[in-house]
């Protein structure tokens, strides 16, 4: 690797995200190994592994590298990216399950763990992941979005197309059912 | 699961929570428990389940960290599927004339590529984002040149500053014929030598 290259690996996100939006698509290289693990994690968290994760992150790449130019503020690129993942997985989501009421649907079939998933982790931290997977896929839709995407009530109802007070009732049962189950972990 | 009749905490209803909801003590904590609200704050029932809430959200933090660690780095054929799959000429911007009526010109994206390639001649720079002030497509107007630019720790900024103006101004002379009243650099990241994603967490 270049000397060049090993700087741009330690630019800040406003340097290389500013270059990639001018077209520089060694910079747009930097941001797609910088952030493709974060991003991979958080879609793997909303699909909870009902479909491919690789291809979901691809997407949003490629969406990001056509409207970069448009990022008034190269800095918040990390943020930003977060924001194309969810919308590619709800996408998904919504592609996946058209007309079907929210309220009667059953958690996914657990995920087959894989051997990069098996990193150790602190046995409270696995028994949230568990219990996430546990959960109705609206209902950990909505908390993913919420807890680890930062979203709004509003934007999380607007992103799964569902009335306001739908998306609150489902993030509140995810929560209780989260600290009920994380009651019994003590 | 029990069969007396006081009430579960870990229902976690409305009973339980005083007339509160587990939503309106999610956002009471998002609010940093102000403004005060004796109601929650002097029932037994809700100080149980923001804990719990207060519990949730520590764990969440470390399973975003955990999931993150536990994915594998981005290999190389995956990045490049991604590079080749986007539009290189999605980026010329504007066309800038060569001269006054001329029939040639050249695009702003390449002229952001001579820019970026100055730093080659000044050792530890970087370019980030680079504009232009005024009107480029019309051949002779004044235009101010704004580039971001990031340095190694411990470099003497001043100089290097200098250095690249000098050798932006020397390239966009040689490369293009616009007339350039300004060049404006803000250093805007001073790279320290272990700073791997740049961004604080």
């Given at each position: 690797m270049s000397h060049h290259d090993d700087a741009l690996e330690t630019a800040d996100d406003a340097i290389v995200a500013g270059r990639a939006a001018d077209g520089d698509t060694d910079a747009f290289a930097v941001l797609v190994r910088r952030y493709a693990p974060m991003m991979r994690a958080y879609a793997r968290r909303i699909l909870s592994g009902t479909a491919d994760v690789d291809d979901v992150v691809q997407d949003a790449f490629i969406t990001a590298w056509g409207e970069l130019p448009k990022l008034d503020d190269p800095g918040r690129v990390k943020s930003w990216l977060m924001r194309i993942t969810s919308r590619k997985a709800i996408d998904r989501v919504r592609a996946a399950?058209?007309?079907?009421?929210?309220?009667d649907i059953d958690p996914a079939a657990p995920e087959v763990t894989s051997p990069a998933r098996q990193a150790e982790v602190r046995a409270g931290v696995a028994e949230l992941s568990a219990a996430l997977k546990a959960l109705p896929a609206p209902q950990r839709e909505c908390w993913v979005l919420r807890e680890?995407?930062?979203?709004?009530y509003e934007e999380i109802a607007d992103e799964l197309g569902v009335p306001l007070s739908t998306a609150r009732g489902l993030l509140a049962r995810a929560r209780k059912d989260l600290i009920v189950r994380m009651e019994h972990w003590r | 699961m029990n069969a007396h009749d006081a009430p579960d905490p870990w229902r976690m209803g409305p009973e339980e929570l005083d007339g509160h909801t587990i939503d309106e003590l999610a956002d009471y904590l998002d609010a940093g428990r102000s403004p005060a609200d004796p109601t929650i704050d002097e029932s037994a029932g809700c100080r149980i389940a923001l804990d719990a809430l207060v519990r949730l959200r520590g764990l969440t933090s470390e399973l975003i960290e955990a999931d993150e660690a536990a994915e594998p780095a981005a290999d190389d054929s995956w990045v490049q599927g991604i590079l080749s799959g986007?539009?290189?000429?999605?980026?010329?911007g504007r066309r800038i004339p060569l001269a006054v009526g001329a029939d040639a010109g050249i695009t702003e994206g390449a002229v952001r590529g001579v820019i970026r390639a100055a730093?080659?001649?000044?050792?530890?720079v970087l370019i980030g984002r680079c504009r232009f002030q005024g009107?480029?497509?019309?051949?002779?107007e004044p235009v101010r040149v704004l580039v971001e630019a990031s340095v190694p720790y411990g470099a003497a900024i001043p100089d290097l500053v200098d250095r690249l103006r000098a050798e932006i101004g020397a390239r966009l002379a040689a490369h293009t014929t616009l007339n350039v009243e300004g060049i404006d650099i803000t250093v805007s990241d001073v790279r320290q030598l272990s700073n791997r994603t740049g961004e604080g967490r």
């Open positions: 399950r058209p007309h079907t009421d929210l309220d680890i995407g930062g979203y709004s | 986007i539009a290189l000429d999605a980026r010329a730093e080659n001649a000044v050792a530890g009107d480029i497509t019309a051949a002779g």
